[in-house]
């Protein structure tokens, strides 16, 4: 059975642990899929004030990216770090 995993890292920062992902195109399609649901505007409270937000992934692959836990999550907050950079630009 395929198990998927979300762990707080902390300061508003999660990883997400896919088993048996054997496809770079399905990440692509699960990360598109996260970035969608987020970005979709809610109501905060009863007053109807909405808030919309956004976000920045970073992905490894093991084992292509890294073999071990540390350097996977190194690789994965580099290439978040390159995403955000890209929102940043004035």
Sequence with gaps: ?????????GGGEFIIL????????????????????LSIPF????ANNTVQIGTSIGISLY????????SL???ADIGFQN???LFIVV
């Design 1 to 9: 059975m395929t198990q998927t995993w979300l762990l707080a890292w």
């Design 63 to 70: 084992p292509q990216h890294a073999k071990t836990d540390a």
């Design 18 to 37: 896919l088993e048996d992902v054997h496809h770079a195109e399905d990440v692509a399609r699960i990360t598109k899929d996260i970035i969608d649901s």
């Design 43 to 46: 109501k905060l409270n009863e």
């Design 73 to 75: 999550i190194d690789h």
């Design 83 to 85: 995403r955000a950079e």
